[in-house]
Each structure stands twice: as structure tokens, then as C-alpha cells.
């Protein structure tokens, strides 16, 4: 029976993990930020190439000695390296009346194992994983560089298969979380469960101390998860919007607009940019080929390579309607303060 | 700024409110053995004729003198009594190739009038409603009766619909919530909001005292809502599968199984039975028909009186695969007891 959990055995003085965000949102300093107030940071390091991982690695233990987490996503070199499937149709043909050149990267995705090399070769406190599980000789490999490890569920049954390969916490993301969706197994996709229950049915198989996510934006809500039985609660957007986050200027704009109530906070579970299920804010993009959600799509990380020119064009542009917006259910009550500001207000401290 | 809350006013011993469950669930033998334990039982009488209603007051009055619920569901005169609309192509060629005689019953639903009337003649603790929202004049006729007045919300906008016609609470119900869903607003269908995430932006905008739903299944799950900001915990699911649970054999043995591993316990929100938003247990129905749930099908109460002669020849035949198998997200976590059995359970007493 496990009874310490990343609170006690990592020292945190608030209950708050920084969820980890790919893609430029958690910038070293985002990170340390959260860190230095007694919270845990996470860099979102599954799109990032090993190199830059480590220099990032370098960079916020050069702003912070204490604890934080690095996040990769799981794939096989396969998944990562071939393309192995053409673009629908519906994209070419948005792309040719775009008139953007839907110029693909060498490769769909990073090789997982050159980025776990780096963990190894340049450890942090804690390492998390998403969108597939590790062998227990990783589990392994972490544990003797002195790293704890966190898996990420959507459902019980992947909770339970980090527990059991000796995981020290799971992640558990509800139905409600911004992003993507860190589980792998059919049942996530098919019923996704909203948080509370996610936790009771993950305790009544499991006790490995779980990180609640999903919809989490203020100190009751951090409360009610831990008095449902979670250690600690990782909270993402909330931080997209402080002064260390990195996202886009536009991106940014977009989540303050639902928060002073200049734009639908609407969001959804789509699979449309990426091939994976995730939450964003519905734009025209998410509308236009709604129909196409719920078709055979190429899987992540096939499509999420398909769509980065028009992500890219639309960034540029500086248009929201074809970019990813991601953001959680919680997304109306962000706010725009610094990492200070916010973990102040949402520890009472 | 209101203070007090259901608990307090109806004396309340336990933060327990066992949902109002139409279709005969809800027997007074149930309701009143809630009461009687210091909750609040709830008639699920939307579906039920007016002189049916006034009888089944009669019997939990005669089985408790605490406090108890009955609940309507609110719809026009208009869409009550027409069938304004034919039978999809699909489901007419289900009742051919089923050989069953898809008749009609002679109006889509009771009138809401009548049922209204009979809370006025023969009044209750509390009046709760769903499907839509009555005026601030009938509010007032029942509060002029002494009966408080409970509505249900999927968004924080219904919530505050509710407490600006001065509704004494608000049940606040969550996207994990089994059965039909009590809001009306179009944001209600197209981002069903998980509980944790209502209950948190329903605070932000108004003080009306709230009840929790959707996918509270244990102890732990209801001092949750409470730290959430709730008074009080509606469960319905947990209830099915109690001994005073007037659900039939069928029915509850599919629930039971989930419990037992027996039957996957996947739940979806679906139009498919009544045309309004409902959760329920994945079933071949379901599956067979699912490309036409996000079609444009006959709004409630026309699709559910249209469905009903295959679910009552299904329930004849006790074949649950086209019955609805109505369930919340928490559905594995049924146990098959006494309300009193699982009250002492829920409440540590």
C-alpha cells in the first residue's frame, strides 16, 4: 500500500501541478515559476526535438532548484518517423483553395526514444508520459537516474496498467481537460469520463496517488479534487493565459475574449487537427468540417503533421478560426495575471 | 444573498437528494424510505397522469411525514398533446422488421397543466422541474402553498434563469449524469459540461443555493460536490439497483452485471430514444442506429412516444437490448442493497 505521494516525497508546498502543455506554452520560465512558488512545473516536451529538450532542461534548472517534470509523449518509431497514409481529401482540398502549400516535415513526429535518452542523460525530478505507456524496464531506468514517474490515464484500466509497472502517480484527465487526451485505449475515446467519477472508479481499483486534471480553475475546485481522493491538481489552462506563457499572442486573446464574455466558450472533443482526441474552443475550422470528426481519420501523428501548414499559415496571420485553440471546459474563468498573482489566489497564501 | 439552502430549510439529516427518475423507478416505498432516512426522496412523475400523481402523493404521505420531491417535466400544451412530425424512415423500418405494431399513444405526453394543478391541490415539500423553466407566477403560487421550488440547470445560464424567478435551489447536473438532461438551452447540447466545471462557473455568477448531479456514486463523490461549493448530493444510478427500486428485472440485472464485470459499462448521451439528450448504457440499439443520433430527429416528447412500443415489447420480452438502459458514467459502482443499507453506507452513519 502506497501512502507518500508526489507532495510529500517531491516537498511541494501547494497541490498544484502545472500541467504540461506541447507546443511553446510552458516556457522555461512559466515552468520555474510554478516551481519556485512550491508547486510542481511540467515541461510539454512531446513535439520538441532532443536537443532542444535538453537545453530547455538546462534553462530551467538554471532559473529554478526545485523539483519539475518533463512530459514525451509515447510512440513507436514507426508511428513517428513514416507517413504512412495520404491526406484526406477535405484537407487537400481546404489546402488548394487556401492557396497554402501543404509542405509536410521529414518525419510526423520526434523519435520517443532519442527524448527519453535525454532523461536519462539529464535527469529531473519527475518524468510524465502521454498518449501510450512505457515498459516497466523504463519505469526502471527513471527510478535508478533518481526520476519519479507519472503516467496519464483517461480511464481506470490505464491507471491501473501505470500502477502497475510501479508508476509513483497517475495523472488521471477527465472528460473535461483542454488538450489532448492522454489515454490509449478504446474505452477513452468511447465514453470519456468526467473527472469525479474518473477518480472514484480509478480509487476503487488502484491506490496509487493520483494527480486529478480537467476543468480545474480555482481553489474549491483544487479542494473538492483532493476530498475526492486526489494528492494534488494539475490545472493547464488557467496557465495559459499569465504572463509567462508562451502560446500566441492570438491564442491568448481568444481565451481572455470567452473570459470577458466577447467569445463563445464553447468548446469540443475533436479529432480534427491532430487525429487525437483533444478540447479546444470551436472555431470555423472545427465547424466547417464537423463532419468529418467522427470518419476514418488519419491517426496522430499523421494528421497533426497534415494540418501544422495551415496551424502555421493561420498563426501568421495572426487568425484564430484555423488554429488550435486548445482549452478545457473551465476556459471562462482564465485570467490575465503572472504565475505569482495566480498561484497567490489559488492557495489563499 | 442567500444563506441558507434545502438542508437547513426541510431539516434535512443527510446532504442526500435520491433523483426524481420517471417511468416508475421511483416507487413511494423508495422515495419515502430516502426521506425517512433524513434525504430527500423524489417522485419522477413528468411521465405520469395527474389523478396518478395526486394518488402516489397520497402513498408517501402515508409512508413519511418528512419532506419529499415531486418532479415535471416542463413542455407546452402544444408539444404535449400533437404528433407534429412522422416516424424517421429508420425506426419504421425497425418496427417492420421487428413485426412489432408501432401504435401510438393518443398524445405524445401528459399535460403539464394538469400535472401542475395537482401540486397546488394536494402540495409537497418541494416541486422540482426539468426540460425548460415555468414563470415567476407559478413560482409564486407555489411558494404560496408552501412548497420550495428546485430547477434544473446543464448550464450556469439555466442556473441563473432559475434564481432570478426566485427558484429556492438549483440542481445542477453534470454531463456524467445518467438519464434524460434537464436543461433547454442550445449550449446545454453542444458542450455538456462535466459536474466539477457547472458547478465552479454556476458559483461565479450566482449564490442560489445548488445540488450536485451526475456521477456521484460514493461517500467520498458527495463530500466532493460540498468542498465543490453544492448543499446538497443528488444520486440517481445508485438508487436503481436498491431493493425499493421499482425498475424491472431486466433492467436492473444489466445494471448489476456492469457492477460484476459482466457487461461493459459504457454509457453514452443519446437522442436515439426520445429525441432529447439522455445517458444511457451502450446497447445494439444504440449501436445500430447511431449514425442518425446527430441527425435531425423528432424533438421530445415525440421520438420518446414513438420508440415506446419497441421498448415495452423489449421489456415484454425481456430483452434489454431495446430497452433504455438510462445510467450515469458512475455506473459500475451499483451495488444491489436496501436504501437503507446504502444510506448508512453513504453517510458513515
Known amino acids: ?8 516525497t517531491l516537498n511541494l508546498t501547494c497541490p498544484i501541478v502545472q500541467a504540461p502543455m506541447a507546443g511553446g506554452a510552458t516556457t522555461p520560465k512559466l515552468i520555474a515559476a510554478v516551481s519556485n512558488f512550491g508547486g510542481l512545473g511540467s515541461l510539454g516536451a512531446g513535439m520538441t526535438a532532443p536537443d ?5 532542461i538546462n534553462q530551467i534548472k538554471a532559473l529554478t532548484d526545485k523539483p519539475f517534470a518533463v512530459n514525451l509523449m509515447v510512440l513507436s518509431a514507426a508511428e513517428s518517423t513514416t507517413f504512412d497514409t495520404s491526406m484526406p481529401d477535405w484537407l487537400s482540398g481546404y489546402y488548394q483553395k487556401a492557396s497554402i502549400e501543404p509542405v509536410l516535415a521529414d518525419k510526423p513526429a520526434q523519435l520517443f526514444d532519442e527524448q527519453f535518452q535525454v532523461l536519462l542523460d539529464n535527469p529531473v525530478a519527475v518524468a510524465s508520459f502521454t498518449f501510450g505507456i512505457i515498459s516497466q524496464a523504463q519505469v526502471d531506468v527513471l527510478h535508478a537516474v533518481g526520476t519519479k514517474v507519472v503516467g496519464t490515464a483517461n480511464h481506470p484500466l490505464e491507471a491501473k496498467a501505470w500502477a502497475d509497472i510501479g ?5 488521471v484527465q477527465g472528460a473535461e481537460a483542454g488538450g489532448h487526451r492522454g489515454g490509449w485505449l478504446a474505452q477513452s475515446e468511447q465514453d470519456p469520463m468526467g473527472l469525479l467519477v474518473l477518480i472514484s472508479q480509478t480509487k476503487a481499483i488502484t491506490d ?10 480555482t481553489a474549491d475546485a483544487i479542494k473538492a479534487v483532493q476530498t475526492a481522493g486526489a494528492a494534488l491538481a494539475q490545472m493547464g489552462t488557467v496557465f495559459l493565459t499569465t504572463t509567462e506563457s508562451g502560446i500566441s499572442a492570438t491564442y491568448k486573446s481568444e481565451l481572455l475574449k470567452v473570459a470577458n464574455g466577447q467569445r463563445d466558450g464553447r468548446t469540443r472533443l475533436t479529432r480534427l487537427f491532430s487525429g487525437k482526441q483533444a478540447r479546444g474552443l470551436v472555431n470555423d475550422y472545427l465547424e466547417q468540417f464537423a463532419a468529418y470528426d467522427n470518419t476514418s481519420l488519419p491517426a496522430y501523428p499523421q494528421l497533426n503533421a497534415m494540418t501544422k501548414p495551415m496551424r502555421a499559415a493561420a498563426a501568421q496571420a495572426s487568425n484564430p478560426e484555423y488554429m488550435s485553440l486548445w482549452a478545457g471546459q473551465g476556459v471562462s474563468q482564465v485570467q490575465a495575471l503572472s504565475v505569482h498573482e495566480l498561484m497567490t489566489q489559488l492557495t489563499g497564501v
Open 1 to 8: 500500500m502506497s501512502t507518500d505521494n508526489l507532495l510529500t
Open 52 to 56: 532542444t529538450i535538453n537545453e530547455q
Open 167 to 171: 508508476a509513483d502517480a497517475v495523472c
Open 208 to 217: 496509487v496517488p493520483l494527480i486529478a486534471a480537467g476543468g480545474i480553475m
